[in-house]
């Protein structure tokens, strides 16, 4: 079974940085594209950031476009979100997602692509 953990969250003020993490485990690492989503409250959940299974390719919303990198560490089977100057906007539980296993090396953009969700962890900025 597939397990996705996310860690790295918490309380900042505007214009910090915060480094979230996702350990996968049940998978073969490679196979699988990942994504970062969240969810503020009374909202939807919406697309953040992805990633290729390779690594090779990556994508993000426009709300973090040049603030937001996602990465990938298959020998620690994680991905990363770092998130630079972060605004009161991006306050939302962020979520871990994975979609395969594919042999093809593509992007997904939309929650539903993605089958397998981590438990969330809270990111929290104030002004």
């Known amino acids: 079974q597939v397990q996705l953990v996310e860690s790295g969250g918490g309380s900042v003020q505007a214009g910090d940085s915060l480094r979230l993490s996702c350990a996968a485990s049940g998978l073969t690492f490679s196979n699988y594209a990942m994504g970062w989503f969240r969810q503020a409250p009374g909202k939807s959940r919406e697309f953040v950031a992805a990633i290729s299974g390779s690594g090779s390719s990556t994508a993000y919303a426009d709300s973090v476009k040049g603030r937001f990198t996602i990465s990938r560490d298959s020998a620690k089977n994680t991905v990363y979100l770092q998130m630079n100057s972060l605004k009161p906007e991006d306050t939302a539980v962020y979520y871990c997602?994975?979609?395969?296993?594919?042999?093809?090396?593509?992007?997904?953009?939309?929650?539903?692509?993605?089958?397998?969700w981590g438990q969330g962890t809270q990111v929290t900025v104030s002004s």
């Open positions: 997602a994975a979609r395969g296993p594919y042999r093809s090396d593509g992007l997904y953009l939309h929650p539903r692509e993605y089958g397998d």
